[in-house]
């Protein structure tokens, strides 16, 4: 079993900054890319950022320049880095986590419980 559990959101006013992080943790064999996606209301949830086991970077034109993706292999956890926040930066962030449990296991894609962002003054 497998568990993703997130931390960091909150209220920020606009130009603030917020670090989420997620770890993962359970029968964890591999894990391969890692990223954080959001929902705003009434839209789609979207990429915001995702970085492979390699390192490969992966960014929403939305927020690049402004939010930095990392990844710390040793405690399987992946950050992300929020500076420069706006308004509609505002939404659910969900952590997203692609990642085998067995030799034998095909990769599948794990999600965190979501955390709140909202960006107001």
Known sequence: QVQLVESGG???QPGG???LSC???GSIFSINAMGWYRQAPGKQR???AAITSGGRLNY???VKGRFTISRENAKNTVYLQMNSLKPED?????CNVNL???VLKPPADYWGQGTQVTVSS
């Open 46 to 48: 979207e990429l915001v």
């Open 60 to 62: 929403a034109d939305s």
């Open 10 to 12: 909150g209220l920020v």
């Open 23 to 25: 770890a993962a943790s």
């Open 100 to 102: 085998r449990v067995g």
């Open 90 to 94: 505002t939404a659910v962030y969900y």
């Open 17 to 19: 900054s917020l670090r």
